[in-house]
């Protein structure tokens, strides 16, 4: 099955409808995230040149010396914001360290991590709002979910409310993958090696340079292009478990460039996670996994990725 593409017009931001408007919507999204866990949704309300200028400013991030993005560092996985250097995250622990470089905004808290102001103007505010504005979407993709689920359709929203503040650590990530040396490259090394991803659900948006794959359920990787004015949307681990394993977190990655290919690819992924102390217990009733603290699970998986790392706070 190729990653169907959706319109989410009659539900875009800025919208408000009748849950009896939204059942073709949910069926078609169920389809999507039962049989391979990604859809593409357009009309979203999040404009294309909304997106284009959220890629440009990260860019003028990225391209800063190292000496300004290291006093930026991620440092500890309790607080996962900051900057990821190149090659320190192996998303797949079996193969070197992935091929790209990464700032993180966990919460909209005024102590996080930020370039000054005079270095990148405008960064803060372009990142800040997009960040809010994949929290709006994120939160009617949820509905929506629940809808298809037909289980208390609030009960997905209800559960990320924290979305931006510190009770939640649901991530903007912005992604800057450099031009790739291939007499640099160690044996079995990649982009980003293959994973799933942690929290609920997943918002992508990817520049046109392709090199992601996501698995289907024949265990085949197949390309995930970019399609402009689209977002993509991926189920993560966390909501697999809740839904008893009928949403699927399919595992996904980024390829190497063709060798003599020297472009660049950037993208920016919006990480949706449960509110910090928010439990989740399967919502069809059964008992396949037991009750598990959303903050407590989502660690645990920063730790496999990760490693242990020391924290500060
Ligand atoms: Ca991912």
Known sequence: MK???LDFEVY???ENVTDETLMELSRNLRTAFTEIGFVYLRNTGIG????DAVMEISKKFFLLPAEDKIPLSRTSNTCNYGWVAPETEKLNPYRPGDLK????ITSLHPDAAWPAEDVVPGFRQTIESFFMRCKDLSLRVLRVMALSLDIDVDIFVNSHKGIGSDLNKSTLRILHYPPVRHEMVKEGQLRCGEHSDYGSI???FQDS?????VMNRSGEYIDAPSIPGTVLINIADLMQR????????????VLLPPPGDVSTRQSVAFFAHPDDDVTITCCDGSNKYPPVKSW??????????YGKMETTS
């Open 242 to 253: 809740w839904t008893s394993d009928v949403f699927i977190s399919a595992k996904h990655r």
């Open 209 to 213: 340079k392709g090199g992601l794959q």
């Open 3 to 5: 990653i169907p593409v």
């Open 202 to 204: 997943t918002l992508l």
């Open 12 to 14: 875009r931001l800025g």
């Open 101 to 104: 470089e990464a700032f993180n």
């Open 296 to 305: 407590v699970y989502i660690l645990e998986r920063f730790n496999d990725s």
């Open 48 to 51: 294309q040149e909304e997106v």
